[in-house]
Nanobody, 115 residues
């Protein structure tokens, strides 16, 4: 059983928007702070947004003011609303625990920002 499943990626023009979703187990959402990670070409998983169990968010400087992270522990889902997308936002986006990755990585969802 895959611990997490990401969805919602796609191809979008610069300035566009996407909303990513992550689903997981009850224990994941009950016990862990979570994050969205981005893996670009030749890079490791870089965290772009974190969210604590109580819903308190924090963001990497590169996405602050453009991305919004949220979670619904009862529904076992986490979202990432991405606005004003830039080419440098391109990558595969993953959800996992924070800090670090305590569960196996899912398949991720590809986000491509290009004109």
């Amino acid at each position: 059983q895959v611990p997490v499943v990401e969805s919602g990626g796609g191809l979008v023009q610069p300035g566009g928007s996407l909303r990513l979703s992550c689903t997981g187990s009850e224990s994941l959402f009950r016990l862990y702070d979570l994050a969205w990670y981005r893996q670009g070409p030749g890079t490791l998983h870089d965290a772009v947004a974190h969210i604590l169990l109580d819903g308190t968010p924090s963001y990497a400087d590169s996405v602050k003011g453009r991305f919004t992270i949220s979670r619904d522990n009862a529904k076992k889902t986490m979202s990432l609303q991405m606005n004003s997308l830039r080419p440098e936002d391109t990558g595969v986006y993953y959800c996992n625990t924070s800090p670090g990755a305590a569960v196996s990585w899912g398949q991720g969802t590809q986000v491509t920002v290009s004109s």
